[in-house]
């Protein structure tokens, strides 16, 4: 029996996924970690990262989650996420495909001073 491979993610959906693979988040939350890991390159906007979100959410990949009594409500209550199951499944298939393209640059000597794993 064949198991079933999630389709590739686009790179927001990987990095929204790896915000949320260790706790729940809200939406600014999940903005500054990406703009922080990505060194600036990636800034996820309100208008894309709630797109996203919501896509996400219609896949099953991620869940909005209840409001921690200990968050702050000035301003509104923000919505929080969570990464399910599914969502964590599609990221480790994700992680997976980048390897094996890592290993394939590295067999290729694609960047200089990579040497073959």
């Given at each position: 029996m064949a198991t079933h491979t999630p389709?590739?993610?686009?790179?927001r959906a990987v990095q929204i996924l790896l915000s949320l693979a260790d706790r729940e988040l809200h939406g600014n939350e999940i903005m500054e970690e990406v703009l922080e890991r990505t060194g600036g390159h990636l800034k996820l906007w309100p208008g894309t990262l709630y797109?996203?979100?919501h896509d996400l959410d219609e896949r099953g990949l991620i869940r909005e989650v209840e409001t921690p009594s200990s968050a702050s409500v000035e301003g509104g209550r923000p919505r929080y996420y969570a990464i399910t199951g599914e969502g964590r499944a599609a990221l480790r298939a994700e992680v997976e495909r980048m390897a094996d393209l890592v290993r394939t640059a590295r067999r290729k000597?694609?960047?200089d001073g990579m040497e073959p794993a």
């Open positions: 389709p590739p993610l686009k790179p797109g996203s979100l000597r694609v960047v």
